[in-house]
């Protein structure tokens, strides 16, 4: 109990300073379309938890703790870079391998490959490739107020329970833990930032790399942990496949986490978040029954029982997002028909009419607006009209999709740099006013400008697919 006020009221103190002198350094959080927040927030949360670790580690002369601390300094050093100078992904990993071969050098007898035997060189794999998926996991579920917090409070207590070389730190940990799930709490008033979710990544991967077997099979001690951080690996998994199937990097932002995907089905920051926490102690519950001795009859079970329930809950988010995105759809068609001055699209256009062109696609915010409600979606699309109308005098507006506006111009065959940055601002100021996140480097999302040459090769393709539809649907009927 000591343990924990001392490094909750460390902790209160020192997060509350940091606050301040985020807003002094202007280290905020990122503007994108992954974090929802509309204010800019200090990312220093996880210089927070990092120094009231150290003076606890101090105080209390806990010698785990300042082993784990030393090992994980690269990466405390790699996340305040990128807080101040947003690093690319490579850089980021460099210092995860950073902390891994620290852990390897340091530790490399109680690193629980070594003492099931195995191979030098399997340790070293294992051993980097656990730190990395755990490190940037969290980093991948790091996207609403208190969400992390809520899951890594979950998972603390077996972690504790499970003897590894950070149990006799638990109660530490938790108290600076506490004091950042304070000012985290919704409204946020300071996030994790990179320092912040690789150190809670770090804990995950160390606890597990420093298990001290008890009895019962390793493949059950595996098992058992897989299934204690089910929740982020199985998120940054599924992020992976569907981004390297959409020939994007694996480390791109996007907006369909799970989190995400279940603030589209209508919950709030705060029900996503007891989500986590929910899921992720029973995940946790799980995982302790499974690296315990107790019968394998019952574990077997009791991980076949947790998984399958663990996948029905994905699957029906999964599938219910995928119908409300159906309704969404039909609903942004109609919208753009009833308030946009649209032209009928036969793609019949001969070739003297094909200008240089602008296309808008509005997926992204129907996305996120729609989350706040239909008459903010209505508000947007009348916003939208309005910037047609004035901005683009005599244009033909045609509808490509039921997100999609093409805007030809009356003439010109090329745009000028000063014509595209004053068009982008003023989509910006659009944007910023309802409040729809921007892309990390601040270009307004879903708008594209055609010279004339490559507008006319885009119609063309899009004509002899409209013609391909048509025959299909005829031969069918």
Known sequence: MVEILFSLIAGLLFIFSLIFLGRELKVYGQQSFRRIKEESVPQLGGVGIVLTLLLSAYYFNNKDLIDFLIIASPLVIGGVLDDFLELTARSKLLFQFLSAGLLLSLKYDSIIWTTWNQHPIITSVLTVFFIVALCNS?????????????????????????????????????GSILAFGFFNKKPARIYLGDVGSNLIGLILAYSFLTHKPLSGGKHFVILGYLMIFALPLMDMTTATIRRVIAGVSPFSADKDHIHHRLLKVGLNDTQVATVFFLVGALCSNVGWILVNDVEPLLKWSTLFSSTGVLLIILYLVFRTEGQLGKHISHFGRTLIETYVNIEKTDYDLPESHLHQAIILDLFNYYKELQRKGLPKVVTFVKD???????????????????????????????WNKTETDLLKADFLRLTD?????????????????????????????????????????????
């Open 433 to 477: 006013k309802h409040k729809c996140s921007r892309l990390n480097n601040n270009e307004p999302e879903g708008l594209y400008f055609y010279q004339k040459e490559e507008f006319a090769i885009f119609y063309r393709e899009m004509a002899k697919k409209n013609k391909s539809n048509i025959n299909d649907n005829v031969n069918a009927a």
């Open 384 to 414: 939208i009209s309005g910037f047609i109308t004035f901005k683009f005098k005599g244009a033909r507006v045609m509808l490509l999709s039921s997100y999609s506006i093409a805007i030809i111009l009356p003439s010109g065959d090329k």
């Open 138 to 174: 969290i980093n991948f579920i790091d996207g609403l107020d208190g969400l992390v917090f809520g899951y890594f409070l979950a998972v603390l207590p077996i972690l504790y329970l499970v003897p590894n070389e950070l149990s006799s730190s638990v109660f530490l940990i938790l």
